[in-house]
């Protein structure tokens, strides 16, 4: 069991503490609602709350198709320090070895790193080889190894159960309104900013190029949206998509062109917020119509901006 990175203030070896697991993508109302429960108890018994994760995905050791995330890990990761729900985060390489215990040799080896007497898990969660601590398992290893075991039943948001593969679907329909209701915040990435191709400045559009690689999507289009480098929020923007008219095959990007004069600088990552969907993607006949049909979208996106 490797410990891969740790925030917070860790328990003492010997300091008993309440513990959940879980991957935690999107940090919805759900992972809010779960957190919330577990701090507050954990409070009222003087424990120490932590929230164990995983990095890579255990998809990816365990060769299955990797689930298009919500958010890139480090949002993630962000979003839990920043709910100030719990002492302390650790994240746990999922290896090869890691995927191979039993869930008891995990709960056992958890108990060294971290002297859990009160475990909490989301209602229907499972861990261990081939998934096999499920509930009744994992019941019996509570009366075995002495901890307590809440579930903690599914947050539910209009009678539907929160969950990170309903978000998805809600993402990759285009439903950006109805986001904030099952995240609890607005619809916003943390995405690494990579070189382009400079398509866009020798157009008279200069772009900031981000990678959306492994993330589910919203459909490919024209978005105006607000880019936050670490100096608040600036009026933007984006495009979403392979670009066709100028690229044959290309992995998908977001092209963020500014609409301020407040111009970032050196940016490694920026935070873009997902405001107004203007129009889907397309090919244009030549470059001509690309370029008037880009300058009416931002006519648009300046409209939106001033009005919102």
């Known amino acids: 069991m490797k410990v891969l990175f740790r925030s917070g203030s860790p328990p003492s070896s010997m300091q008993a503490c309440a513990v959940t697991i879980g991957n935690f993508d999107g940090m919805h109302i759900g992972h809010q609602g779960l957190l919330q429960e577990m701090a507050a108890l954990a409070r009222w018994r003087n ?26 890990g480090w949002q993630n990761l962000c979003l839990l320090e920043k709910s100030g ?3 302390e985060i650790c994240v746990l390489e999922f290896d090869a070895d890691l995927s191979h215990q039993t869930a008891e040799q995990f709960l056992v080896d958890l108990k060294h790193l971290y002297p859990f007497t009160l ?15 499920t509930s009744l398992h994992v019941k019996d290893l509570a009366r075995k190894h002495a901890f307590e075991l809440i579930y903690h039943p599914l947050e539910k948001y209009q009678n539907t159960p929160v ?24 619809y916003k990435l943390s995405l690494e900013n990579i070189p382009g191709q400079q398509q866009g400045r020798k157009m008279g559009f200069p772009t900031l190029n981000f990678s959306v690689e492994e993330l589910v999507l919203p459909p490919f289009g024209v978005y105006a949206v607000t880019l936050d480098a670490g100096e608040g929020p600036i009026p933007a923007i984006a495009n979403l998509g392979i670009a066709p008219t100028l690229y044959l095959d290309r992995s998908p990007l977001l092209e963020v062109h500014i609409l301020s004069d407040r111009i970032p600088t050196l940016v490694h990552r920026a935070e873009i917020t997902f405001s107004v969907f203007l129009r889907p993607e397309k090919k244009f006949d030549n470059l001509d119509s690309l370029q008037e049909q880009i300058q009416a979208d931002i ?4 409209q939106i901006h001033t009005h919102t």
């Open 85 to 87: 729900l719990v002492d």
């Open 47 to 72: 424990l120490p709350s932590v929230v164990i994760t995983f990095s890579p995905h255990p998809a990816t050791i365990l060769k299955k198709p990797l689930p298009a995330l919500i958010y890139p």
């Open 119 to 133: 475990l909490f898990l989301g209602e229907g969660a499972s861990f261990g080889h081939a998934r096999t601590g």
């Open 299 to 302: 006519a648009l996106c300046h």
């Open 163 to 186: 969950s990170s593969s309903h978000i998805r679907h809600l993402i990759q329909k285009g439903a950006l309104s109805e986001l904030p209701h099952w995240l609890g915040r607005p």
